[in-house]
């Protein structure tokens, strides 16, 4: 159960969309996640980030666990099954382990693949919704940015747009307000940010991952 609960914590929240090669992933690894010390989950199906994997939900809950308690950072990631209700089980294990003492960042990629349709899950829109207060960071991407919940959207403090085309890019303009024609001039690496400062064009690099 989340714990000590912080009300002046900001929300951190970030939503990144680009379609696919756009480097949603590279912006995450380079410019949102903080590098050592980190508490950090991740809903990593496809192995895109660097952290402790497991596939099996006893372990998986046993290693968080140990980690939580041990009281420093971690990087914990779930590349098991990617099915709707182990999602939820993902949300429901991190909303276990927030503390408001401390940021926990939690990371779920390629959140279209859920198929939520406009609803979120109920551990996800706590999460999104009282996570803040607890510290919870919550980081989701996605390249289909019409078949997630607009509140992923909406509800971030800070939204990333990468390069869409067409239908998405007029999406995106209703929804975040950065015009269409802005969004399909951008090139690969680069994204419109907007923040509670303002809206920028930033640009990260292409780093070779290695898991």
């Given at each position: 159960?989340?714990?000590?609960?912080?009300t002046e914590r900001p929300n951190k929240h970030?939503?990144?969309?680009?379609?696919?090669?756009?480097?949603?992933?590279?912006?995450?690894?380079?410019?949102?996640?903080?590098?050592?010390?980190?508490?950090?989950?991740f809903w990593d199906i496809d192995t895109d980030?660097?952290?402790?994997?497991?596939?099996?939900?006893?372990?998986?809950?046993?290693?968080?666990?140990?980690?939580?308690?041990?009281?420093?950072?971690?990087?914990?990631?779930?590349?098991?099954?990617?099915?709707?209700?182990?999602?939820?089980?993902?949300?429901?294990?991190?909303?276990?382990?927030?503390?408001?003492?401390?940021?926990?960042?939690?990371?779920?990629?390629?959140?279209?693949?859920?198929?939520?349709?406009?609803?979120?899950?109920?551990?996800?829109?706590?999460?999104m919704v009282r996570g803040r207060k607890y510290?919870?960071?919550?980081?989701?991407?996605?390249?289909?940015?019409?078949?997630?919940?607009?509140?992923?959207?909406?509800?971030?403090?800070?939204?990333?747009?990468?390069?869409?085309?067409?239908?998405?890019?007029?999406?995106?303009?209703?929804?975040?307000?950065?015009?269409?024609?802005?969004?399909?001039?951008?090139?690969?690496?680069?994204?419109?940010?907007?923040?509670?400062?303002?809206?920028?064009?930033?640009?990260?690099?292409?780093?070779?991952?290695?898991?």
């Amino acid at each position: 159960m989340a714990k000590n609960p912080q009300t002046e914590r900001p929300n951190k929240h970030c939503w990144i969309g680009a379609k696919t090669g756009g480097g949603k992933s590279q912006l995450l690894r380079n410019e949102l996640l903080p590098g050592r010390g980190v508490r950090a989950l991740f809903w990593d199906i496809d192995t895109d980030h660097n952290c402790t994997r497991y596939t099996e939900k006893g372990a998986f809950l046993a290693a968080l666990k140990s980690a939580d308690a041990s009281g420093k950072g971690y990087r914990i990631g779930w590349s098991g099954d990617d099915d709707p209700a182990t999602f939820e089980w993902f949300c429901r294990a991190a909303w276990a382990v927030l503390n408001g003492n401390h940021e926990t960042f939690i990371v779920c990629e390629e959140m279209a693949d859920q198929g939520m349709g406009q609803r979120l899950p109920p551990y996800l829109r706590k999460l999104m919704v009282r996570g803040r207060k607890y510290g919870a960071v919550l980081i989701t991407t996605t390249q289909r940015c019409q078949e997630v919940p607009k509140a992923l959207i909406t509800q971030a403090a800070n939204r990333y747009v990468g390069l869409h085309e067409d239908q998405d890019a007029r999406y995106l303009e209703r929804a975040v307000g950065i015009k269409a024609a802005d969004i399909e001039a951008l090139e690969p690496l680069t994204f419109w940010h907007k923040g509670p400062e303002g809206t920028q064009k930033i640009r990260t690099k292409y780093r070779k991952f290695r898991p």
